[in-house]
């Protein structure tokens, strides 16, 4: 099993170009999360998804969006990107039943700069 | 929202030391996480631990719940140990909040 993957590992974007960060997971499991991350700080989430067909607004989703393509699948998109946006993009993924949600693993990072 | 700190903020240990990394949490949990995020940016999973005792070779866990914190100890650290170290919770339905993390440097 890859567990989660991302693509592209690095992406320099010129301010206002738009790009989709791609994200799947072959652990079959249900929720799948968008988060980033700054110099010298933990993470912060963006958007998630708790199951297919359902996606929620998380601690910074100004300037993104989300598609949870299928169950393996989920998409981050920066419509029009901003020098603010530089950072590490992580996904990440989870079961989750029941209303609990279980351990989280990580997918290896994004790291996209704007100029 | 749930806050969480994490102690101390940066560690300098020799090689062979131990250590304790402590991460108090706000509110009630049902999910905790230590990562190890190594140099190269990749997080790591180390425990998944909402309560009790958990051992993994030189690294263990305890989260005590009601209280809520959490502690990480490393024994007869390693170069290889050194990065950053998070703690992250989960309370209700939303995804993880995470602390800012300890930094740790393990000198040969």
């Known amino acids: 099993n890859a567990g989660v993957t991302q693509t592209p590992k690095f992406q320099v974007l010129k301010t206002g170009q738009s790009m989709t960060l791609q994200c799947a997971q072959d652990?079959?499991?249900?929720?799948m999360y968008w988060y980033r991350q700054d110099p010298g700080m933990g993470l912060r989430l963006i958007y998630y998804?708790?199951?297919?067909?359902?996606?929620d607004k998380g601690e910074v989703p100004n300037g993104y969006n989300v598609s949870r393509l299928n169950k393996r699948e989920f998409s981050l998109r920066l419509e029009s990107a901003a020098p603010s946006q530089t950072s590490v993009y992580f996904c990440?993924?989870?079961?989750?039943?029941?209303?609990?949600?279980?351990?989280?693993?990580f997918g290896p990072g994004t790291r996209l700069t704007v100029t | 929202g749930i806050q969480v700190e994490q102690s101390p903020p940066d560690l300098i240990l020799q090689e062979g030391a131990n250590s304790t990394l402590r991460c108090n949490f706000s509110d009630s949990v049902n999910n905790l996480q230590w990562f190890h995020q190594n140099p190269w940016g990749q997080l790591i999973n180390l425990f998944y631990i909402p309560s009790g005792t958990k051992q993994n070779g030189r690294l263990s866990a305890t989260t005590v719940a009601t209280e809520r914190y959490s502690l990480l100890y490393i024994s007869s650290s390693q170069t290889t140990d050194s990065g950053v170290y998070f703690c992250?919770?989960?309370?209700?339905?939303?995804?993880?909040?995470f602390g800012s993390g300890t930094r740790l440097q393990v000198q040969p």
């Open positions: 998804s708790a199951s297919e067909g359902t996606t």
């Open positions: 992250a919770v989960r309370a209700g339905r939303r995804a993880l909040t």
């Open positions: 652990m079959n499991h249900n929720s």
């Open positions: 990440a993924s989870s079961d989750q039943t029941g209303g609990h949600s279980y351990e989280q693993y």
